[in-house]
């Protein structure tokens, strides 16, 4: 179960990138949801989509910038849009240069907490979102910025009060709903989880990242009838989106049918080459089929993305080991060791197939104990007459 809570986290990692951006322009998410109509779905809102328009302000800000170089609101602007745009590197400049200029204002430390969470920096991000709160910035977005933020970093208590704050200004804000079942899924309360996801659904049904959720979540606690109806929702609205289809593909084979599975699971490859949930589960196929060679380019794409999935590194050792590729089987086996340190049995395996790499053959078979031979005593010589 701790298991598929880990996947779920990752995946929900991908939305926290690709949301924030949106929220701060002034609750997109919750408009879209509007429309409720499933005949005519339209697809998940994506800066992909809605670039053009705050690069090109950003460009329009050039020329000012360059009659006024001194004006430090001119680069936060030009900072804001260009983290619209996802153009993060150059956002981070200009918001350092108005800071340089002048760094009274609380929403340029906001400016610039946004861009040091999209570049991953958790603690670099909290400290701006900080001073900004302390230069008198207040806005849903700050907390719910920072609730996020504490949410990506694993701080789940600490997430759930800041987006406690976003709802208490807000109380129907999509994304602190959505965001606060997820931080209750990582502290495995699934019954709030499940309430908060339903409730982000309920105010935005047109989401395909909160049904892959709810899917996922469905499927984590085995039930893949209601997975399969979330999943197929998705679909609808995002039919390349490979989270969903994975989803989809899972319901098979909680429901013991494997070959339709693997065939979804090929499918979401296709689609998404870095979603290493389908790579690790077509992988655990073809391993359990003996089919070795297919086994291995999946694994070792899936382990590239996550080295915690479970038994993935042990599969991939044994099928180096089966295909006689023992020295490859070794390397795998000595990480086995390090990530378990004090497993006698890994420490063995490593041990005898990097022999086996030297072309050392290790004999397994039990020895036969060398035969005890009798101890005679030397016949003493009697006295004539006894």
């Known amino acids: 179960m701790y298991f598929e809570f880990t996947l779920l986290f990752v995946a929900f990692s991908r939305f926290v990138f690709r949301l924030l951006p949106l929220l701060v322009l002034g609750g997109a998410m919750a408009s879209c ?4 109509d499933e005949e005519e779905p339209e697809t998940m809102v994506s800066l992909t989509t809605v670039q053009s328009g705050p690069k090109v302000q950003a460009e329009e800000l050039d020329g000012a910038i360059s009659r006024q170089p001194r004006n430090a609101s001119l680069y936060a602007r030009r900072a804001a849009f260009r983290l619209d745009a996802g153009q993060v590197e150059p956002a981070l400049v200009d918001i350092n240069r108005a800071l340089d200029l002048d760094d009274a204002p609380g929403e340029f430390y906001f400016t610039k907490a946004r861009a040091l969470r999209a570049q991953g920096k958790y ?5 701006a979102a900080d001073v900004a709160s302390q230069r008198g910035y207040a806005s849903v977005e700050l907390n719910l910025l920072v609730g996020e933020t504490h949410l990506a970093a694993r701080h789940y208590q600490t997430a759930i009060d800041y987006l406690d704050r976003t709802l208490q200004q807000e109380p129907d804000h999509t994304a602190a709903l959505f ?16 309430d908060y996801l339903r409730a982000s659904l309920a105010r935005d049904p047109r989401q395909p990242e909160t049904l892959h959720q709810l899917a996922f979540l469905s499927n984590a606690f085995r039930q893949p009838a209601n997975a399969a109806i979330y999943a197929a929702r998705g679909l ?10 994975y989803d989809y593909g899972r319901q098979f084979e ?5 070959d339709s599975a693997t065939r979804i699971y090929a499918r979401v490859v296709q689609l998404d080459t870095t979603f290493y949930r389908a790579d690790y589960r077509l992988a655990m196929a073809a391993f359990k089929n003996r089919k070795y060679d297919a086994a291995i380019p999946h694994l070792q794409r899936a382990l590239r993305r996550s080295v915690r999935l479970l038994g993935a ?3 991939l050792a044994e099928s180096y080991e089966s ?3 023992y020295q490859e089987a070794a390397d795998q086996y000595r990480l086995l060791v390090v990530e378990n340190p004090g497993n006698r049995h890994w420490t063995y395996k490593a041990w005898k197939v990097g022999n086996r790499a030297q072309g050392i053959i290790v004999d397994e078979r039990p020895q036969r104990a060398a035969p005890v ?3 005679l005593e030397p016949i003493s010589p009697l006295r004539p007459g006894l």
Not at 236 to 245: D, N
Not at 254 to 258: G, M, S, T, Y
Request: zero cysteines.
């Open 123 to 127: 603690q670099s991000a909290l400290a």
């Open 373 to 375: 031979e009798e101890q």
């Open 323 to 325: 295909l006689g590729r």
């Open 254 to 258: 909680l429901q013991n049918q494997p």
């Open 179 to 194: 965001y606060k079942g997820v931080a209750y899924i990582g502290l495995q309360d699934t019954v709030q989880a499940l």
């Open 236 to 245: 609808k609205l995002a039919p390349t989106y490979g989270p969903l289809w």
């Open 33 to 36: 949801g509007s429309n409720t």
């Open 313 to 315: 590194r042990q599969m």
